[in-house]
């Protein structure tokens, strides 16, 4: 792995916006996204035991004997496997255990097994198991009895690997688990924070990973910027970029892209719509968690379509993106989220808000990895008294927005990587002003 990169900032007094006197230095995938016998690229075995190893050791740390995982990036994090999007956002359909010392155990939704045993030889046979499942009780008077086939499946695991009796932690909990769990004296607990601390900090391998989700991302943008013009819709480009995503090896999910212009930019609609692009819209897209390998990206850039932007529209910008870079200035391994927090405005006296919860999302971090919200999650609605510390190798976006109620809003997102002594950025799409789209410069000054 090449050192990592170093952000500088050169700020004049506090307070005024961006005027091209700090510059980022760029994080960049080192190697491509094929597998090749002369090169070492991302090592996927050796990204699989860490994830495993790291998992366990939070396990133990919060004294546990076992963990049931049923959320998809849990499942995914200690088993290294990929189940059908349908199978995914449904706690219960497939679940997987790391009980003690032993290897991981899968519970895959009915026959998926037997693919599984294919795919993914680093399972042992006898640890991929069938599911039982009762959908969060949708199987209706069914669900006691899949619950009780479940409950005996997860004892006996505990009991394969000598942790039986000891206390489980439970990523996810429903009424149906709770009474039989109790009827059988399962000890469960909080089992989704432990999961919580492992996930935050990334292997070597991992933030190559990220660096590639980056620098697709870079290249997605470059698409949107090609393909953007007065005339077609926001659905328009959210279907053309899928397609160029999906064409990428190892994409394997596109859960958002998001395209929305003019007035749907403020307050910030965060889909996409028919309305037609009309000259001058301001438009931002976000990648809202393409997945590639399983690790997702969250990236926004701010368009003007067909002129120049307003004066006002500039002045907007240069106010979001100072709020953002003077945020990834607070950024370093042993710092806390409050310190980055306190980089952004008071959405009451900003926007006129009741409080901090009605502007939730638009001054914004959060962790990516496996999951769109990996920790730290960043905000000013509650990183401010309860403040979480920044570790090196955590990855995460911050991101920043302001604009003109029912008229254009801006947004802008950095993709980064906390080092021991700096940080990284990975997302390299142009960001020191809005991206103007006119394919005859000056031909759109008419427009108002």
Not at 37 to 43: F, K, L, S
Not at 91 to 97: D, K, S, T
Not at 166 to 175: E, N, R, T, V
Request: with cysteine; proline share 5%; glycine share 8%.
């Amino acid at each position: 792995m090449r050192p990592p990169c170093t952000v500088r900032f050169f700020r004049t007094a506090l307070g005024k916006a961006y005027n091209g006197e700090w510059e980022p230095s760029m994080g960049t995938a080192n190697f491509g996204i094929a597998g090749l016998d002369w090169q070492q690229r991302v090592n996927w075995d050796r990204l699989r035991e860490y994830r495993i190893e790291r998992a366990r050791a939070m396990m133990k740390k919060h004294k546990l004997g076992a963990l049931l995982c049923m959320y998809d990036e849990n499942v995914r994090y200690i088993t290294g496997t990929l189940t059908p999007g349908w199978n995914r956002l449904k706690p219960g359909l497939r679940y997987a255990m790391l009980c003690g010392d032993g290897r991981p155990i899968l519970f895959e939704q009915g026959d998926l097994g037997f693919q599984i045993e294919r795919h993914s030889p680093w399972i042992p046979k006898k640890n991929i198991r069938h599911s039982f499942a009762w959908i969060k009780g949708a199987a209706g008077p069914a669900a006691t009895q899949q619950v009780t086939k479940f409950t005996k499946a997860v004892k006996q695991a505990m009991k394969e690997n000598g942790v039986a009796g000891q206390k489980l932690g439970c990523d996810f909990i429903d009424i149906n688990m709770i009474n039989i769990f109790k009827e059988n004296k399962i000890n469960w607990v909080d089992g989704m924070t432990p999961m919580m601390d492992a996930r935050a900090v990334k292997s070597p391998d991992e933030q190559e990973c990220f660096r590639i989700v980056g620098a697709i991302g870079d290249a997605t943008h470059w698409e949107c910027m090609k393909f953007l013009r007065p005339g077609i819709t926001e659905n328009q480009v959210t279907a053309h970029l899928m397609q160029y995503l999906y064409n990428i090896p190892g994409m394997e999910d596109v859960e958002d892209v998001i395209v929305s212009s003019g007035p749907n930019t403020w307050p910030n609609w965060r889909n996409f719509s028919d309305r037609i692009i009309q000259p001058g819209d301001i438009v931002f897209m976000d990648l809202a968690a393409l997945t590639w390998n399983g690790y997702k990206s969250c990236y926004y850039r701010t368009y003007c379509v067909g002129k120049e932007p307003s004066k006002e529209q500039k002045e907007t910008y240069e106010i979001a993106l100072k709020w953002l870079y003077d945020s990834i200035g607070a950024v370093k391994a042993g710092a806390t989220t409050r310190d980055i927090a306190l980089k952004w405005p008071s959405a009451m006296k900003t926007w006129g808000y009741e409080d901090e919860d009605q502007a939730a999302a638009n001054l914004w971090g959060h962790g990516l990895g496996l999951a769109q919200y990996d920790p730290p999650v960043i905000s000013r609605i509650w990183s401010l008294d309860h403040p979480i510390e920044i570790q090196e190798g955590m990855t995460f976006a911050l991101e920043t927005q302001h604009g003109k109620k029912y008229r254009y809003g801006v947004r802008i997102e950095e993709m980064l990587i906390v080092h021991k002594k700096d940080i990284e950025i990975v997302s390299n799409f142009p960001v020191k002003q809005i991206t103007v789209v006119d394919p005859l410069p000056g031909y759109g000054d008419h427009v108002k």
